[in-house]
């Protein structure tokens, strides 16, 4: 056995410490300032307890200000909230608490379920716990003592946790002082490293294990972080995101609806189904000159998603169709598409393809629809039924760059137009089960990478790239564009997917220039993703204050007196001829609370007209969110009015017409 250790350093220096050294002898043996500050170490990238004996590999000293100091913190934190309800309700039940995205949460069994009032307690005594600084130590234990413990202190569902352990693995407590718990770890030092950073958020019923079958526990949900100012941050973003939250404000704004019998579809009302439209309009205008809009069945026979490897890959989240009937074809079995693919290389397929064509264009506004559980859905940001702004794009293996690259312009000009700047670019490799040659995956990966390089470099810094190892689709690569909103809320929408797997399966081909059969690359594309989800970021990143030309509804006309009605329906006609969406309001109303309203539907514009606006042929302009109005001619506000309505990419038509007839 090997009396000694050999440890490479960050800095690539290798020192050698006798067998069963500690991370925390590591972290002395450096400084003992280091020591004090260090939580964990990371040996070959792995997270361990800085009292975890060394071995031979690459380490790591791990302070509360390395980012991956966090997990721990919030897996410490759901320890001391454990201990902290067991001390004040003796006898709760404790039984698991996950480290969770932006926190964490612990599940307990209890006669009478917490309420919000508990929390404030709760965390009191959590901050006294922390205040001890008890440390965290590591025993570990037989499957038979485990299980006799916790049978004895009464914890069942610690017994059933216990029994569900593979054999082999090790059974480790952690104790915090005298209270202790079953868990994998790792955890940091003591208790007093977890900081006061934290705050306990909800509670909430969860079925034990997720099974409806099984008792309800009482949930409750915190989170932590390293700095008070990155907790403040976050809850910052929390309260604003509630004020923005879209399905609030489509009820304000009157846009739609869900309701029980149409789980996970929208019901569009009149002034949300024009908003959507104009979305589309817009994107149907960006895709002029370089696609083909087309639009495939709703609805097709199973075979074809057997041939595609959806049916295999994908059915569970398939709707099915199957009638009963007479005609023998009322026995097939059929699918609503949960994508557009498929139906877009019978189209490609049906005649006979040149190389000279290529690369073919084909979009489509598709409805498709996809099975989400229930308790995932979401608003217009989780559906069941939704429209993809989706395009395949057929090309010869030497367009395939360019082709991406010529996707990637527009999809970055798109988020532009609606005003995301902060826009991320991410290259997801192969995954692990997969279709195709590793020597298609080489060249489609290497082709992209060269791809997000260029991307890179042409933005000039202001596209970040990454890479998602093992997160590509199952038959080839994809970039995926994540966008940023008002709030710092990342979103992915957009996709680039190159596939090989798909134009083999289906026998897809153009003929070279060398008169043979080749199959072409196909590439799946999308920009918004779903026009539903995407309208939904738009509302929560604007928090209903749309862009004048987004607005369904983008003026309202409101008189002061009943002496201006005839003015102010001219002002009306006016605008409308002048192509904007208005509404008047000429109800004997005192117009403050018309303005206040029409500002809780979130009108962008609301124009005041009395008597001295009506002998003036002028209006006075108030704005969503402004206490102040501006006074300026009628020919003045309908000029300004109209071109502030007017869409960007159709503005830079007209900009660029000017510029050459100059």
Same mark, same amino acid.
């Given at each position: 056995?090997?009396?000694?250790?050999?440890?490479?350093?960050?800095?690539?220096?290798?020192?050698?410490?006798?067998?069963?050294?500690?991370?925390?002898?590591?972290?002395?043996?450096?400084?003992?300032?280091?020591?004090?500050?260090?939580?964990?170490?990371?040996?070959?990238?792995?997270?361990?307890?800085?009292?975890?004996?060394?071995?031979?590999?690459?380490?790591?000293?791990?302070?509360?200000?390395?980012?991956?100091?966090?997990?721990?913190?919030?897996?410490?934190?759901?320890?001391?909230?454990?201990?902290?309800?067991?001390?004040?309700?003796?006898?709760?039940?404790?039984?698991?608490?996950?480290?969770?995205?932006?926190?964490?949460?612990?599940?307990?069994?209890?006669?009478?379920?917490?309420?919000?009032?508990?929390?404030?307690?709760?965390?009191?005594?959590?901050?006294?716990?922390?205040?001890?600084?008890?440390?965290?130590?590591?025993?570990?234990?037989?499957?038979?003592?485990?299980?006799?413990?916790?049978?004895?202190?009464?914890?069942?569902?610690?017994?059933?946790?216990?029994?569900?352990?593979?054999?082999?693995?090790?059974?480790?407590?952690?104790?915090?002082?005298?209270?202790?718990?079953?868990?994998?770890?790792?955890?940091?030092?003591?208790?007093?490293?977890?900081?006061?950073?934290?705050?306990?958020?909800?509670?909430?019923?969860?079925?034990?294990? @997720?099974?409806?079958?099984?008792?309800?526990?009482?949930?409750?949900?915190?989170?932590?972080?390293?700095?008070?100012?990155?907790?403040?941050?976050?809850?910052?973003?929390?309260?604003?995101?509630?004020?923005?939250?879209?399905?609030?404000?489509?009820?304000?704004?009157?846009?739609?609806?869900?309701?029980?019998?149409?789980?996970?579809?929208?019901?569009?009302?009149?002034?949300?189904?024009?908003?959507?439209?104009?979305?589309?309009?817009?994107?149907?205008?960006?895709?002029?000159?370089?696609?083909?809009?087309?639009?495939?069945?709703?609805?097709?026979?199973?075979?074809?998603?057997?041939?595609?490897?959806?049916? @295999?890959?994908?059915?569970?989240?398939?709707?099915?169709?199957?009638?009963?009937?007479?005609?023998?074809?009322?026995?097939?079995?059929?699918?609503?598409?949960?994508?557009? +693919?498929?139906?877009?290389?019978?189209?490609?397929?049906?005649?006979?393809?040149?190389?000279?064509?290529?690369?073919?264009?084909?979009?489509?506004?598709?409805?498709?629809?996809?099975?989400?559980?229930?308790?995932?859905?979401?608003?217009?940001?989780?559906?069941?039924?939704?429209?993809?702004?989706?395009?395949?794009?057929?090309?010869?293996?030497?367009?395939?760059?360019?082709?991406?690259?010529?996707?990637?312009?527009?999809?970055?000009?798109?988020?532009?137009?609606? @005003?995301?700047?902060?826009?991320?670019?991410?290259?997801?490799?192969?995954?692990?089960?997969?279709?195709?040659?590793?020597?298609?995956?080489?060249?489609?990966?290497?082709?992209?990478?060269?791809?997000?390089?260029?991307?890179?470099?042409?933005?000039?810094?202001?596209?970040?790239?990454?890479?998602?190892?093992?997160?590509?689709?199952?038959?080839?690569?994809?970039?995926?564009?994540?966008?940023?909103?008002?709030?710092?809320?990342?979103?992915?929408?957009?996709?680039?997917?190159?596939?090989?797997?798909?134009?083999?399966?289906?026998?897809?081909?153009?003929?070279?220039?060398?008169?043979?059969?080749?199959?072409?690359?196909?590439?799946?594309?999308?920009? +918004?993703?779903?026009?539903?989800?995407?309208?939904?970021?738009?509302?929560?990143?604007?928090?209903?204050?749309?862009?004048?030309?987004?607005?369904?509804?983008?003026?309202?006309?409101?008189?002061?007196?009943?002496?201006?009605?005839?003015?102010?329906?001219?002002?009306?006609?006016?605008?409308?001829?002048?192509?904007?969406?208005?509404?008047?309001?000429?109800?004997?109303?005192?117009?403050?609370?018309?303005?206040?309203?029409?500002?809780?539907?979130?009108?962008?514009?609301?124009?005041? +007209?009395?008597?001295?606006?009506?002998?003036?042929?002028?209006?006075?302009?108030?704005?969503?969110?402004?206490?102040?109005?501006?006074?300026?001619?009628?020919?003045?506000?309908?000029?300004?009015?109209?071109?502030?309505?007017?869409?960007?990419?159709?503005?830079?038509?007209?900009?660029?017409?000017?510029?050459?007839?100059?």
């Amino acid at each position: 056995m090997s009396q000694s250790v050999s440890l490479t350093f960050p800095d690539c220096s290798v020192r050698s410490f006798a067998a069963g050294t500690t991370g925390r002898d590591v972290a002395e043996s450096i400084s003992k300032s280091l020591a004090k500050k260090a939580v964990a170490i990371a040996v070959d990238g792995t997270v361990r307890d800085l009292s975890d004996p060394v071995t031979d590999g690459k380490i790591e000293i791990i302070t509360r200000s390395d980012d991956r100091a966090l997990e721990l913190i919030r897996h410490d934190t759901a320890h001391v909230l454990a201990e902290a309800v067991q001390e004040l309700w003796p006898g709760t039940q404790v039984t698991i608490g996950p480290v969770i995205e932006n926190g964490f949460y612990y599940d307990f069994a209890k006669n009478e379920p917490f309420t919000p009032d508990d929390l404030p307690v709760i965390e009191k005594r959590m901050r006294e716990i922390i205040q001890r600084n008890k440390p965290f130590t590591k025993e570990i234990w037989s499957r038979e003592k485990a299980r006799e413990v916790f049978a004895a202190k009464g914890e069942n569902y610690k017994v059933e946790l216990v029994d569900a352990i593979p054999e082999g693995q090790d059974l480790k407590i952690y104790y915090q002082g005298d209270w202790f718990d079953l868990c994998r770890g790792p955890h940091m030092a003591s208790t007093g490293q977890i900081g006061n950073a934290f705050k306990l958020m909800k509670v909430a019923g969860a079925y034990w294990r @997720g099974d409806s079958n099984n008792p309800m526990l009482t949930r409750i949900y915190g989170t932590a972080f390293a700095e008070q100012s990155d907790l403040d941050n976050y809850l910052h973003i929390l309260a604003e995101a509630e004020k923005r939250d879209h399905r609030r404000l489509g009820r304000e704004m009157d846009l739609f609806h869900f309701q029980e019998e149409g789980p996970g579809v929208v019901f569009w009302h009149g002034k949300g189904w024009r908003m959507f439209q104009t979305l589309v309009s817009y994107m149907r205008r960006r895709l002029q000159g370089d696609y083909q809009e087309v639009n495939a069945p709703q609805v097709l026979d199973k075979s074809l998603w057997e041939t595609s490897g959806h049916w @295999g890959w994908y059915r569970d989240n398939m709707f099915k169709v199957t009638v009963a009937g007479d005609d023998t074809d009322d026995d097939r079995v059929f699918a609503l598409k949960p994508m557009n +693919c498929p139906g877009h290389i019978q189209i490609f397929k049906h005649g006979l393809k040149s190389y000279r064509e290529l690369p073919i264009r084909l979009a489509e506004f598709g409805a498709v629809h996809r099975y989400e559980p229930s308790g995932a859905l979401h608003g217009l940001m989780r559906v069941r039924g939704f429209t993809q702004d989706d395009a395949h794009i057929f090309c010869t293996d030497e367009q395939m760059a360019a082709e991406c690259l010529k996707i990637n312009d527009l999809i970055l000009s798109v988020y532009e137009d609606f @005003g995301f700047k902060e826009i991320v670019v991410k290259l997801s490799t192969r995954p692990e089960k997969r279709v195709g040659s590793d020597e298609l995956w080489d060249r489609a990966e290497s082709v992209m990478m060269d791809v997000l390089k260029t991307i890179e470099a042409q933005s000039e810094g202001r596209i970040k790239t990454g890479i998602l190892p093992g997160e590509g689709a199952f038959y080839g690569p994809k970039f995926e564009y994540t966008l940023k909103d008002a709030i710092g809320r990342e979103w992915q929408c957009g996709t680039t997917q190159v596939d090989f797997n798909l134009p083999e399966r289906f026998g897809a081909f153009y003929i070279d220039q060398h008169s043979e059969k080749t199959q072409p690359v196909m590439i799946h594309r999308a920009i +918004c993703g779903s026009m539903e989800r995407f309208l939904g970021i738009l509302i929560e990143n604007f928090a209903g204050h749309m862009p004048l030309w987004v607005s369904p509804l983008q003026v309202v006309v409101a008189t002061i007196t009943s002496e201006a009605d005839a003015y102010g329906e001219e002002v009306a006609e006016a605008l409308r001829d002048a192509g904007l969406d208005v509404e008047t309001d000429f109800r004997n109303e005192k117009i403050n609370y018309k303005i206040r309203e029409h500002s809780v539907t979130k009108v962008p514009v609301i124009i005041v +007209c009395g008597k001295k606006e009506a002998e003036e042929r002028s209006v006075n302009i108030r704005r969503l969110g402004s206490q102040s109005q501006t006074s300026m001619s009628l020919d003045e506000a309908i000029a300004s009015l109209a071109l502030e309505a007017t869409p960007p990419d159709i503005l830079r038509k007209r900009e660029a017409r000017r510029v050459k007839a100059a």
